[in-house]
């Protein structure tokens, strides 16, 4: 067994809110991408979690009548539920209000301080207090000093902070994000327009920052011997994904190899991180990975104009057409790109009715009943070749090598559709061989088109388990190759094959809308 390590993240999610879509994507597809490594027999890590010390839960929190830790918990236990019931296989869940991820933050800060790498300094800039942010001189000025959001004048504020010496990381980061080899070491910020993106404003020139806030009222962690000030929530953050294994047991894990995001948090992720993680002095991660947004039927997301896809929303098409359809969905016409898809009902029955239904779903009712037809359920043997058979064995041989590298190039839209392609595939070969026709004159004949057929549908379940763990798995026990390899050959003739209903009924739409 080859236990070679691989850690995968997620952005810690922000728990003033429940979760919605846009969270569920980017930790389905990590989950995805961790299934496939699990799958080649490797050491996975999988972590999500959630970013808890932002001054908004006070905020929210009051308005509710609850404490910020009470509010925590209750959107913390949201997620964790929702990703529980989303099949997401994380190995472990961080709250940055943890005293585990607290005591590791307060020791990073110290040795930054110690290094030189943090000093305190005094920052003074327009703040917006009832927003508790700092807005930038221009826009402060374009504002004429008016808080847009509450109307009040701006406070011309002094505070002393501790800094980041980012500037010190300038050009280190830039020869990294352009793929050069610095101190022994590589990071990747990927699509390659994002890495663009970064380096171009690394180019106007890198400020120090400030990385801690006072005024916090005991909500973040404070800095050691220094109470009045915590860190900064999103540095706080930034350092789950190093506490949460920066222990003996867990120390191997280290660097991540993706870290998976969203384009708005890629300056943090792209920028800040890997300069935090130089200064001390640990590996850097090999890949940063910023997809792009889901918008909702045609319109970005918004409460009010009540396109907004959330938990009720995601538990309805998750009860109408299944949880592994919903996976198959996101991971195949998701925003893994630099575009943003549109979850939009339409498009999701369709590509339901097409992938799952017509092609997926309907391979496994062709070969099933053409085997109980003519074999009396039996598998049948693979007999000589015809050129017909080896051109889809050939593709079938390399489809798990393919699989992988585009799930180590986080391609996950593309490897999944790599597999359907094959199933389409199949569905044609039957087509022109018409076995049900064959097995009239030269039964072997027939068993042989059938052996190739179901084959390939064992080979495409083994395959696409990651995305639709449940289905799958449904299939394999129907064709009796539970825990089966992703090589050519694996299915067994004379198995008996188990009975079964539809595996995805075709969703009619003028039948109901729900
Ligand atoms: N807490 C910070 C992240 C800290 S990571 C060290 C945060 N949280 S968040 O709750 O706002 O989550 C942002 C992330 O949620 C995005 O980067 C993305 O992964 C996901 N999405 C939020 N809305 C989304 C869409 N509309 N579409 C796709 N994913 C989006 O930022």
Redesign the pocket.
Known sequence: MNSKPFYIT?????VNDRP????V??TTIADIIARYHRLRGEDVFFLTGT?EHAAKVIDTARERGVSPIEWADRNANEFKNTFKRLDISNDDFIRTTEERHKKKVREYVEKLIKAGDVYLGEFSGWYDAGQEEYVADLKAKEYNYISPINKKPLIEKKEKNYFFRLSKYQADLEALIQGKTVNGQTFAVKPDARSNEVLGRIKEGLNDVPISRTGAGGWGISIPGHDEHSVYV?ID??F??ISTVDSPDRRKYWPAQVHL??K??LW?HAVIWPALLMALNEPLPNLVYA?S???SEGQK?SKSLGNFVDLEKIDQYVQTFSLDALRWFLAASG?LSTNDSDFAEAKFIEVYNMDLANDFGNLLNRVSGLISKNFAGHIPDLGPLTPDEETIIEVARNLNPTVQNLIDQVQVNEAVRSVMLLVQKVNKYLETQAPWKVAKTDLPRAGTILYTATECLRLASVLLEPVMPAKCRAVLEILGAEGSAPEWGGLKSGTVLKTHGPLFPRFEVEKKSY
């Open positions: 997620t952005p810690i999610y922000y919605h879509i846009g969270h994507y980017t970013d999103w953050a930034l789950n994904y995001i969203a708005d948090i943090f997809h947004f889901w918008i997301m925003p």
